[in-house]
T-cell receptor
Framework: EPEVTQTPSHQVTQMGQEVILRCVPI?????FYWYRQILGQKVEFLVS????????KSEIFDDQFSVERPDGSNFTLKIRSTKLEDSAMYFC????????????FGPGTRLTVL | RKEVEQDPGPFNVPEGATVAFNCTYS??????FFWYRQDCRKEPKLLMS???SGNEDGRFTAQLNRASQYISLLIRDSKLSDSATYLC??????????????FGTGTLLAVQP
């Protein structure tokens, strides 16, 4: 069964450093998303991406964040200058052909900012 | 008012019990509805989509009431492996390709032997 994959599974970084989180969505999916979950809190939407551009972003997704689909398979989330409060689990998700389709999530990257 | 509201639980039930989870949502732009389950420190996994006509998948039954903006999940004959957090999720679609999932805080289910 096709699945969303994410690397790395755990990333530790120093405050102020840049991090890039990588995702490979399911191959025939057209819509891509990033969510985050701070420990003990609910899953929060960050950004959606379709047709090589951002279609929606939350207030969390400020100028420090960016997304890219550099080739036909990878989807990346970059945080330019990490803060302590960026420590969270980051989930990538993808959905098939319509925005109201089910979204399938990757296993997540646990980001720890020291 | 929270966009998606759920009873956080925990629900502690014996094996074989029937358990019901409820959820309300506030955004009338919500167009599709789901239950996901999340095991500790893992990703949300899709359990089932929810339709107004109601839908069933084995021991799981989900129902949507658009008029009262209410979603439910019923688990019959609960198993130890059902222990997890159940997430009520609505998909806000703004038009065209713009959409996002809004998650509830989740309801923790612990099935006891």
């Amino acid at each position: 069964e096709p699945e969303v994959t994410q690397t790395p599974s755990h990333q530790v970084t120093q405050m102020g450093q840049e991090v890039i989180l990588r995702c490979v969505p399911i191959s025939n999916h057209l819509y891509f998303y990033w969510y985050r979950q701070i420990l003990g809190q609910k899953v929060e939407f960050l950004v959606s991406f379709y047709n090589n551009e951002i279609s929606e972003k939350s207030e969390i997704f400020d100028d420090q964040f960016s997304v890219e689909r550099p080739d036909g398979s990878n989807f990346t989330l970059k945080i330019r200058s990490t803060k302590l409060e960026d420590s969270a689990m980051y989930f990538c998700a993808s959905s098939e052909t319509e925005p109201y389709n089910e979204q399938f999530f990757g296993p997540g990257t646990r980001l720890t900012v020291l | 008012r929270k966009e998606v509201e759920q009873d956080p639980g925990p629900f502690n039930v014996p094996e074989g019990a029937t358990v019901a989870f409820n959820c309300t949502y506030s955004n009338s732009a919500s167009q599709s509805f789901f239950w996901y389950r999340q095991d500790c420190r893992k990703e949300p996994k899709l359990l089932m989509s929810v339709y107004s006509s109601g839908n069933e998948d084995g021991r799981f039954t989900a129902q949507l009431n658009r008029a009262s903006q209410y979603i439910s999940l019923l688990i019959r004959d609960s198993k130890l492996s059902d222990s997890a957090t159940y997430l009520c999720v609505v998909n806000i679609v703004y038009g065209g390709a713009t959409n996002k999932l809004i998650f509830g805080t989740g309801t923790l289910l612990a099935v006891q032997p």
